[in-house]
T-cell receptor, first 113, second 113 residues
Framework: GEDVEQSLFLSVREGDSSVINCTYTDSSSTYLYWYKQEPGAGLQLLTYIFSNMDMKQDQRLTVLLNKKDKHLSLRIADTQTGDSAIYFCAERDRGSTLGRLYFGRGTQLTVWP | KAGVTQTPRYLIKTRGQQVTLSCSPISGHRSVSWYQQTPGQGLQFLFEYFSETQRNKGNFPGRFSGRQFSNSRSEMNVSTLELGDSALYLC????????????FGPGTRLTVL
């Protein structure tokens, strides 16, 4: 559970949907997370998905998990300028009985008005 | 319920000094993890504590140490500071055990001159 890859940048127009993609390598991952980080702040947990699920929806957020391809995506509907931030994908491996997370490098989302 | 608190929020030290950072987890949470965030390396795991015991440790030199108290509050210490230790240090708390959400504090910004 050490290689989590994300594209570094994404730009969208306000009102459009944003899709942030992530790939991971640990097939034993149990939980996969999405965090948001605004400038000068810590990480805000947005949502997470258990590895036996394919999809999870939470208001404007939809998480899709393709276990076969080890691909995770976060879709933000009706993206707003306030969604501009860095989004981190993280995985937690089955071998960890507690909380170690492996993070991607983050995707900088810029929303244009 | 109060979130994760970290003190101090900002710190400036010089090379060779030592520093202690503090983290108070969410009430009732027994697991605390620490991460270092730098532009070059991203988010890297430092260590993880549960019930006053270090359960997991990342790949950092022995200058980095930590502990957890009976009230679950945690401290991390960095001795003989180097310029490369300049980073945002993030603390995360969770109930502990598989599948628990991890909530991050705002971080301590350490600058080493």
């Amino acid at each position: 559970g050490e290689d989590v890859e994300q594209s570094l940048f994404l730009s969208v127009r306000e009102g459009d949907s944003s899709v942030i993609n992530c790939t991971y390598t640990d097939s034993s991952s149990t939980y996969l997370y999405w965090y948001k980080q605004e400038p000068g702040a810590g990480l805000q947990l947005l949502t997470y998905i258990f590895s036996n699920m394919d999809m999870k929806q939470d208001q404007r957020l939809t998480v899709l998990l393709n276990k076969k391809d080890k691909h995770l995506s976060l879709r933000i509907a009706d993206t707003q300028t306030g969604d501009s931030a860095i989004y981190f994908c993280a995985e937690r491996d089955r071998g960890s009985t507690l909380g170690r997370l492996y993070f991607g490098r983050g995707t900088q989302l810029t929303v244009w008005p | 319920k109060a979130g994760v608190t970290q003190t101090p929020r900002y710190l400036i030290k010089t090379r060779g000094q030592q520093v202690t950072l503090s983290c108070s987890p969410i009430s009732g949470h027994r697991s605390v993890s620490w991460y270092q965030q730098t532009p070059g390396q991203g988010l890297q795991f430092l260590f993880e504590y549960f019930s006053e015991t270090q359960r997991n440790k990342g790949n950092f030199p022995g200058r980095f140490s930590g502990r957890q108290f009976s009230n679950s509050r945690s401290e991390m210490n960095v001795s003989t500071l180097e310029l490369g230790d300049s980073a945002l240090y993030l603390c995360a708390s969770s109930l502990g055990g598989q599948g628990n959400e991890q909530f991050f504090g705002p971080g301590t910004r350490l600058t080493v001159l």
